[in-house]
C-alpha cells in the first residue's frame, strides 16, 4: 500500500528547516517525525538558501516602477493639456483684441 503524500506548506517547510538549522534538531529524527525522505528535506534546504535573497529584496520595487511609470505619463499628459490650454487662451485673447472687446 502507498503512502499517502504529504503537502506543506511554505511556512511549514521553513519552521522544518529552522528546526534544524537553530534548534540542531538532526535530519534523521525531523524526517521521523514528518515522514520526510531526507532527499525531500535537502531539496527544501536547497531552495531555501537559493532563493533566501528574495527576503531581503524589497517586495514593492516592481510596484514603484509601475506607479513611477504611471506618474511620469500623467504628469506628461497634464503638461499636454496645460499646452493646448495656453494655446487656447492665447487665440481667445486675439480674438477679442480683434473684435474690440480687451
Known amino acids: 500500500m502507498r503512502k499517502q503524500r504529504n503537502n506543506y ?3 511549514e517547510k521553513v519552521s522544518i528547516l529552522k528546526r534544524h538549522l537553530v534548534d540542531r534538531v ?5 524526517c521521523d517525525e514528518y515522514n520526510l525522505q531526507p532527499t525531500v528535506f535537502y531539496r527544501w534546504q536547497k531552495e ?3 532563493n533566501g535573497a528574495a527576503a531581503f529584496e524589497k517586495k514593492h520595487a516592481t510596484q514603484n516602477k509601475a506607479e513611477e511609470k504611471r506618474i511620469s505619463q500623467l504628469e506628461s499628459k497634464l503638461q499636454t493639456k496645460n499646452e493646448v490650454l495656453s494655446e487656447l487662451m492665447e487665440e481667445h485673447v486675439k480674438l477679442k483684441k480683434a473684435l474690440g472687446v480687451l
Open 26 to 30: 538532526p535530519v534523521s529524527d525531523l
Open 9 to 11: 506548506q511554505a511556512q
Open 48 to 50: 531555501f538558501f537559493e
